[in-house]
């Protein structure tokens, strides 16, 4: 058997047979935590009819042998630099076979019944576009963002004076992530965490892909956003869930991606609401950095608080998010942006037929 690698436009030679569903994993840097995720689509698959497809975003940590030694069936893409999320998603979209299309992020494990159970809704409610799951993180609690709303200026206003933090089960407050709601029941959404999507293929088709509009967090509300604007219905599903190691990819973080999460909110505020509520939100944000940033300055007395909410008590983040929303031209070059020009190396399972002797 002989292991080909061929450019991502060039490639044609790779066919199988149609399958149910094709799982998507953009992975950098986690290796362990992939290798985890990968078993447990194996574990838990049952006779689901799937494949997998992971893009890595030029890691170091030999993502590449673990995948060649212990997942041979899993298709492997690697950009020779990190293209960002959502366009690292796209790349594998010429080479997916199936119906369904999961977006999946490499910290989590698939819970048993998960991809069947999703799979089933998509099937029997032909007007519901896109699935999500429950979000189960590593202490026993549901994650709250993984059904919500779309981002609207109220939610913005809200974050602003930490009045979400403040007021968690408030209806009014709490309404971005439902927070007064139990994530353990089901129901209709405006939006789900990027970390578990289940999407029509014929969806991802006609919105060409995830949008890439930024280098990562703002792709998976957008999508939500443009798949209900094309009339589908989105559905949370409590019953079934995946352990979410929360943030782990992200969470080596820096005053880039703070930055790049701003810019986000911005952008979620003019695609939902227009161009002057972007605008508005934009001063707001910035007039209320003043207050963030005179919490910040009460971290002595606050170890505890420091301690869990870190960003909330780092006065030079605040004082970059007051230059950011008032001068974002100044700041423009500090976020992360995706190079163009990536052409991934794509490497063919050894079990592929076109593989083969």
């Keep these: 058997m002989i292991r080909t690698h061929a450019s991502a436009q060039s490639d044609g030679a790779w066919q199988k047979e149609p399958v149910r569903l094709t799982i998507i994993i953009v992975t950098w ?12 689509i194996q574990q838990t698959a049952g006779d689901l009819a799937h494949e997998v497809i992971v893009v890595d975003n030029a890691s170091t940590d030999g993502v590449d042998a673990m995948i060649e030694r212990d997942f041979p069936d899993v298709r492997l893409l ?10 690292a998603n796209n790349q594998a979209l010429p080479f ?21 159970r999703c799979v089933d809704i998509l099937d029997h409610a ?7 799951c429950r979000l189960d993180l590593t202490d026993g609690s549901v994650q709250p963002d993984g059904g919500r709303r779309a981002y609207r200026l109220r939610h913005l206003l809200f974050e602003s004076a930490y009045l979400h933090m403040f007021f968690p089960r408030s209806r009014i407050f709490g309404d971005l992530n439902l927070t007064w709601w139990d994530h353990r029941d089901s129901r209709d959404v405006e939006a789900v965490a990027g970390a578990f999507m289940m999407v029509r293929r014929e969806i991802v088709t006609d919105l060409a892909g995830l949008p890439e509009d930024l280098f990562m ?7 939500c956003l443009r798949v209900r604007g094309r009339g589908w ?21 820096n005053l880039r991606l703070d930055l790049l999460r701003s810019e986000c909110r911005f952008m979620l505020l003019r695609e939902g609401q227009g161009v002057w509520a972007a605008l508005a939100g934009r001063l707001i944000w910035g007039l209320a950095g003043f207050l963030r940033l005179g919490v910040s300055w009460s971290r002595p007395l606050f170890p505890a608080a ?3 909410y870190p960003r909330v008590f780092d006065s030079r983040t605040h004082l970059y998010q007051i230059g ?9 070059h500090m976020l992360p942006r995706r190079q163009e020009g990536a052409h991934p190396s794509v490497v063919l399972p050894a079990t592929t037929p076109a593989n083969r002797e």
């Excluded at 007007?127 to 999500?132: A, N, S």
Aim: charge should be negative; glycine fraction near 8%; include cysteine.
């Design 29 to 40: 840097n986690v290796a362990d935590l992939l290798r985890d995720c990968l078993h447990s």
């Design 78 to 87: 690697r950009n020779s630099f990190n293209v960002g999320f959502p366009h």
């Design 96 to 116: 997916v076979n199936s119906e369904y299309i999961l977006y999946l992020n490499p910290d989590t494990r698939v819970g048993p019944g998960t991809l069947q």
């Design 126 to 132: 032909p007007d519901i576009g896109l699935v999500g």
């Design 217 to 223: 967090f703002h792709e998976d509300m957008s999508f």
């Design 233 to 253: 219905r989105i559905f949370y599903c409590g019953e079934v869930g995946i352990l979410h190691y929360s943030q782990v990819s992200s969470s080596r973080s």
């Design 306 to 308: 420091v301690r869990k």
């Design 324 to 332: 950011w929303s008032f001068a974002p031209a100044l700041f423009a």
